[in-house]
């Protein structure tokens, strides 16, 4: 075989340049894809049911009269149960139910439905509400179903109010059983206070739990959310003040299996023979929308004399204030995002962007947006 005489010069002398890059299209950087959630939502619903030995009539009184219904269930304050009236569902320790009836069928042949939307304390996520009786054994007894439907509610949605439907019906059949008023005295438990954010899980808490975010929306005075921590915290113009001690602060990524935040805490106030157990936590409320939690236990300190009612409505008034607050700030921080539809942090770059600009910190899973 022959070879070729050499002129001497090497071959990568030669026909420079032989590389001039590559195109954006012609050898695309991994992971680059642009891939992004569009929605991420869950429906839900609650059927429970019971069948009472009272006539339809007798049970259809009972539910859409307020008289009646502070007997078993709750003091009717407002327009109950008349389309498009409001009305308050007061439990009379500071928590409560904001309804709305959007639907009444008077039961005329046997059957009825009564609709409503209801929020706890005002300020939690929306559900529905439908009352449907209907006459059974020739008119004698009545089957009565109650159907509750949530979009996106928090995850121990179906614990907390699927185990509490069956107790109201009880209630209910027992008050027209005998006449008596069967409603719990008060609750060594809560006040429980939600509501909806825009803002994706981690970003909120992280806003939330920054001293100067804590300083406006928790009405914090000194410390911070840190564990080991003290909080000062005014509970209102003309309710005095409290003690958060922290101890407990779980940041993302600390503990299977949902790896979301949460704070765990005592708070104190002068006066009190003791502490109350606290909780504050968050959860996604589907895509870009997170539910924001806390809750209170330990009124056994108290003892069994009289209830401190007045100091569970001044909890409450605080908390459900708190949550407004922190609706406000997230709404200047994130806007109002709609479930569904809102570019991620990590969706790709405008048209124009070089290749490979959109945002890959997401996380594992996305779960850090």
Do not use: K
């Amino acid at each position: 075989m022959s070879v070729p005489e050499s002129n001497g010069s090497a071959s990568w002398q030669e026909n420079r340049p032989r590389f001039a890059g590559v195109g954006p299209d012609d050898f695309p950087v991994l992971h680059r894809n642009g891939a992004f959630p569009v929605q991420q939502d869950r429906w839900e619903r609650l059927v429970s049911q019971v069948r009472i030995p009272a006539p339809v009539e007798r049970v259809w009184s009972a539910l859409t009269d307020p008289e009646q219904v502070a007997r078993w269930l709750a003091v009717c304050r407002g327009t109950w149960a008349t389309s498009d009236g409001e009305a308050i569902l007061d439990f009379g320790d500071g928590e409560f139910f904001l309804c709305r009836t959007t639907g009444r069928r008077e039961p005329d042949g046997g059957t009825g439905r009564l609709t409503y939307l209801w929020r706890w304390v005002g300020v939690g996520p929306a559900t529905q509400v439908t009352w449907e009786i209907a006459s059974v054994g020739d008119g004698r007894g009545t089957e009565v179903t109650v159907i509750e439907e949530s979009f996106n509610p928090p995850s121990d949605w179906r614990s907390w109010n699927g185990m509490g439907w069956p107790g109201i019906l009880d209630q209910l059949a027992d008050y027209l059983r005998t006449g008596t008023a069967w409603r719990w005295p008060w609750r060594r438990m809560g006040p429980y206070v939600q509501v909806e954010l825009p803002g994706s899980t981690f970003e909120v808490w992280s806003m939330l739990t920054a001293v100067s975010a804590s300083q406006y929306w928790l009405s914090r005075t000194s410390g911070s959310l840190a564990e080991g921590e003290t909080v000062g915290i005014i509970l209102g113009d003309a309710s005095g003040v409290a003690t958060l001690a922290v101890h407990r602060h779980l940041e993302a990524y600390q503990q299977f299996p949902s790896y979301l935040p949460r704070l765990e805490f005592n708070l104190r106030r002068a006066g009190w023979p003791g502490e109350l157990a606290g909780h504050l936590w968050i959860e996604p409320a589907g895509l870009g929308r997170s539910l924001l939690q806390v809750f209170h236990s330990g009124w056994e300190i108290f003892g069994s004399g009289t209830p401190p009612l007045a100091e569970r409505r001044i909890l409450t008034g605080f908390w459900v204030g708190a949550m407004g607050r922190a609706h406000q700030l997230c709404g200047e921080a994130f806007g109002s995002r709609p479930s569904g539809g809102q570019p991620p942090l990590d969706a790709p770059a405008p048209a124009g962007a070089p290749n490979g600009a959109q945002r890959v910190d997401a996380g594992p899973h996305g779960w850090s947006r």
